[in-house]
Each structure stands twice: as C-alpha cells, then as structure tokens.
C-alpha cells in the first residue's frame, strides 16, 4: 500500500478513505487505500521496516454514498510469508558454503 492522504475531502480516482482502529496508523486522518471495494486485510508498511495488518470490518458512508469510508481493526504484525522450499535450499546452500 502506497502512502495516500488527501485532505479535500475527497480521494483520488481508484481510492477510499480508510479509519483504522489503533495500530501505527489509528490517528491518521486523511488516509486512503485502494479501492472501492476494500481489500478484506490491509497489510501498512512500518518506517522500521515490516508491515502492520489490519482486518477490515465494514464500508459505510458518514454524508456522501458515492464516497464510502473503509472502518478497520488492527490486528497486529503481519508474519514474514513462508519461504518456498526452492529459496530454503538456497538458503542452505548458502550457508554451508
């Protein structure tokens, strides 16, 4: 996810306002995200490096249907993706040498 904000009071084509619940973005104002239609997981980049997940609980719209507002829940770190079994014996590889 790329870092959008917009502060008109309305996104960019192809974006949605998003409100997270707590997490390293909870007191963002003005964030967007991807869509409509919301992804059901929104994995945030962390300025240390990783990503934050957060589980998105329901679309509504506070003034405006044409302008829908993503409401999200954290749900902590998200984990590193397995490696497939091919990078692993490089890995090893690698390391015994």
């Not at 829908?68 to 890995?91: F, Q, R």
């Amino acid at each position: 996810m790329e870092d959008v904000f917009d502060m008109s009071g309305t996104p960019p084509h192809g974006w949605m306002h998003v409100i997270f619940g707590g997490g390293p973005y909870g007191e963002d104002v003005g964030r967007c995200v991807p869509g409509p239609p919301a992804s059901e997981r929104i994995a945030v980049p962390l300025p240390k490096g990783g990503e934050f997940a957060y589980q998105l609980v329901t679309v509504g719209s506070c003034s405006a249907p044409d302008n829908p507002i993503a409401v999200c829940n954290e749900t902590g770190p998200a984990p590193e993706p397995p490696l497939p079994e091919l990078e692993k014996s490089w890995l090893n590889r690698r390391a015994r040498q």
